[in-house]
């Protein structure tokens, strides 16, 4: 099955750049959506198709995908993004269609 | 508003069984395809199974297959889960999430999501 590796974690300052790495055998021929967990809540999605936001997530959130990689860019980092960032594939020649990343823990220093 | 609430969940012994429930508001259930998700303690997520709006294509992870079936009521609403011959490694929260689309046929990805139920697998 088709397999998304994430860095376990990141480590950014307050008003920096952040940047979340996921990678995949030719994963710039998928569709990338990522999601943002908190402690003890559901995940949300903060972007899909690589680059598209849903309404109500800030534009400080951004994607791009390409080659065996995409990325998610967090900037000027606030201590309310600290926190488990998914990324997401569906994989349609696979008996696992849906494809999680291991999850990367963003820490706000 | 778009709601997503599960129930059913709860500790089961090794073996047994247990339907998951997920109830729905704020949109057109019947308009979208939707999935169980879930997130053993201290793990990453796994996605579980998914189902077409319409519910007559159903998808399922291996490490469920022949032991879980998700369908739906689109006339109440809502979703469901039966897991049978669970094993200790089911063990997680269960969540319910909603794809903004009819189908997974071309891609899945998930727009909202339940607060999720606790499965605990343990004699």
């Known amino acids: 099955s088709y397999v998304l590796t994430q860095p376990p974690s990141v480590s950014v300052a307050p008003g920096k750049t952040a940047r979340i790495t996921c990678g995949g055998n030719n994963i710039g021929s998928k569709s990338v959506h990522w999601y943002q967990q908190k402690p003890g809540q559901a995940p949300v999605l903060v972007i899909y198709y690589d680059s598209d936001r849903p309404s109500g997530i800030p534009e400080r959130f951004s994607g791009s995908n390409s080659g065996n990689t995409a990325t998610l860019t967090i900037s000027r980092v606030e201590a309310g993004d600290e926190a488990d960032y998914y990324c997401q594939v569906w994989d349609s020649s696979s008996d696992l269609p849906v494809v999680f990343g291991g999850g990367t823990k963003l820490t706000v220093l | 508003e778009v709601q997503l609430l599960e129930s059913g969940g709860g500790l089961v012994q090794p073996g047994g069984s247990l339907r998951l429930s997920c109830a729905a508001s704020?949109?057109?259930?019947?308009?979208?395809?939707m999935s169980w998700v879930r997130q053993a303690p201290g793990k990453g997520l796994e996605w579980v199974s998914a189902?077409?709006?319409?519910?007559?294509?159903?998808y399922y992870a291996d490490s469920v297959k022949g032991r879980f079936t998700i369908s739906r009521d689109n006339s109440k609403n809502t979703l469901y889960l039966q897991m049978n011959s669970l094993r200790a490694e089911d063990t997680a929260v269960y969540y319910c999430?909603?794809?903004?689309?009819?189908?997974?046929?071309?891609?899945?990805?998930?727009?909202?999501w339940g607060q999720g139920t606790l499965v605990t697998v343990s004699s």
């Open positions: 704020g949109f057109t259930f019947s308009s979208y395809a």
């Open positions: 999430a909603k794809t903004p689309l009819a189908y997974c046929g071309g891609d899945c990805y998930f727009d909202y």
């Open positions: 189902i077409s709006g319409s519910g007559g294509s159903t």
